[in-house]
């Protein structure tokens, strides 16, 4: 009995995997959190304006941030890329696929341009409230400026986490973060020569922030000897290799959909509440900028995953790949019931921090715990999708998150908020219920995928 008990660590947590996911995920999740304290930052300072602005800047991030997420997520598959090269012993051809990486950056920025643009002109529609729309499209417009140094930026990071070093994004968030504050301060209530530009200033922030955190990114890649090389043939000006850029494109857009799909669909479920009053949105905005926070997580642990399982893959490892997936799952599990207890018993406390409306306080911190209840299947489905990238298997993460969102989530979501076809209408907690129906659809279908791919790639039983 002694010895079964003292062989279970070694079952269930290899060692090595763990000192080398943890290595990749603490400053990955630090960086995120840090990256989405910028998120909250607004919020705060927006909820400090007024209810207005808090719901304007809730309206406009509906736009940007599901687009910018979303350009960005086509970019991350450069890392599992990097990795699985490195894991091959091809780390040579790493500076090549960032340079074409750089062109698909800028090709995104023109499309992500011209779509933001033309959304913000859809808040007319949604509100009767035309102050509120006006303002969440100037804060759409502000974040535009942006767009371009978001991107690169994206790929700048895809270089060194697929060498496996992730502190340097966790350097850049904390100096955006610090930076972001007394930005906010500045733009959304003015000061000096400067004009008080309410929520919309937070945009504005934001997008003198993603300059800022890219170029000194650049600079610790260009300052590094190990990375300066890469660097170079990165921004090197080279005829674009349409095929590798179609490449990158293929294994990334199903990312990039699949993060649009999530990101729009809570986005919509955000202007379907709209009607029903800036304390619901006011809400709804809270309580979601908490779930991102809270997801921060294992979106962390999921680009770890990828990273890992990519190098294993490259290098034709099977069982080190069975060590890393067996001990992801054991970390990833314990954190998140972790999590969802300190949501649950902390709610109000947590709410409190964001805003001082009673009504806004007790309506988010009741949303906090449908929040809690789906944390288990959120985590599943994005160390899938994690696992998934990993493999060089993407495409089924767009159906998936296509279907369990935008075919069930969102009709579902409109009828539980708005309508009596099912109960009687719930307001804000439909919308979460439809959340949590949608994210455990979405990760049963990647966790049967990532079975049958597993045994495709390895040629397990």
Do not use: H
């Given at each position: 009995m002694?010895?079964?008990?003292?062989h279970t660590p070694a079952k269930w947590i290899d060692k090595h995997e763990l000192k080398r996911l943890m290595s990749l995920m603490l400053p990955l999740y630090i960086g995120n959190i840090l990256h989405m304290g910028m998120g909250v930052t607004d919020t705060v300072v927006a909820g400090w304006s007024s209810e207005l602005d808090l719901a304007s800047v809730a309206m406009g991030f509906s736009i940007s941030g599901t687009l910018l997420i979303a350009g960005g997520s086509v970019l991350t598959i450069l890392n599992a890329i990097i990795?699985?090269?490195?894991?091959?012993?091809?780390?040579?051809?790493?500076?090549?696929?960032?340079?074409?990486g750089k062109v698909l950056a800028l090709?995104?920025?023109a499309v992500e341009v011209v779509l933001m643009f033309t959304a913000s002109y859809a808040f007319q529609?949604?509100?009767?409230?035309?102050e509120l729309a006006a303002r969440a499209q100037r804060y759409v417009w502000f974040m535009l400026l942006g767009v371009p140094a978001n991107l690169i930026m994206r790929v700048i990071m895809a270089n060194f986490e697929g060498y496996g070093q992730t502190r340097p994004a966790m350097f850049v968030s904390l100096c955006g973060v610090l930076l972001n504050i007394p930005l906010n301060f500045l733009f959304v209530f003015g000061w000096g020569p400067v004009p008080a530009l309410g929520g919309a200033g937070c945009g504005m922030a934001t997008?003198?922030?993603?300059?800022?955190?890219?170029?000194c990114l650049l600079a610790i890649m260009v300052g590094s000897r190990q990375h300066r090389a890469r660097a170079r043939q990165m921004f090197a000006l080279r005829r674009p290799d349409w095929g590798t850029v179609r490449h990158i494109?293929?294994?990334?857009?199903?990312?990039?959909v699949a993060s649009l799909c999530e990101m729009s669909f809570f986005s919509m479920v955000t202007l379907i509440m709209a009607p029903l009053g800036e304390v619901v949105v006011?809400?709804?905005?809270?309580?979601?900028?908490?779930?991102g926070v809270i997801f921060m997580l294992p979106l962390s642990l999921s680009i770890a995953a990828a990273i890992r399982a990519a190098y294993h893959v490259g290098g034709g490892r099977p069982d080190a790949f069975s060590a890393m997936l067996r001990t992801l799952l054991v970390v990833t599990y314990t954190l998140v019931i972790l999590m969802m207890i300190a949501t649950i018993l902390l709610r109000y406390e947590i709410v409190s921090l964001y805003t001082n409306s009673c009504e806004i306080v007790c309506l988010a911190s009741t949303l906090l715990v449908y929040c809690a209840v789906y944390q288990i299947a959120d985590a599943t489905q994005a160390i899938m999708a994690g696992l998934l990238r990993g493999c060089h298997d993407t495409a089924i993460i767009t159906w998936a998150n296509l279907?369990?969102?935008?075919?069930?989530?969102?009709?579902?979501?409109?009828?539980?908020?708005?309508?009596?076809?099912?109960v009687p209408a719930m307001g804000a907690a439909g919308a979460w219920v439809s959340f949590i129906v949608s994210l455990t659809l979405t990760a049963i279908i990647l966790t049967w995928r990532f079975i049958y791919t597993r045994r495709r790639v390895f040629k397990v039983s």
């Open positions: 002694n010895t079964m008990s003292a990795s699985r090269l490195r894991g091959a012993g091809a780390e040579q051809k790493s500076g090549y696929m960032l340079n074409n090709c995104l920025t529609f949604v509100t009767d409230n035309a997008s003198i922030i993603n300059w800022c955190m890219c170029s494109l293929r294994l990334g857009l199903p990312v990039g006011s809400a709804q905005q809270v309580a979601i900028n908490v779930s279907v369990s969102y935008w075919v069930i989530g969102l009709p579902l979501a409109y009828a539980l908020v708005r309508t009596d076809l099912i």
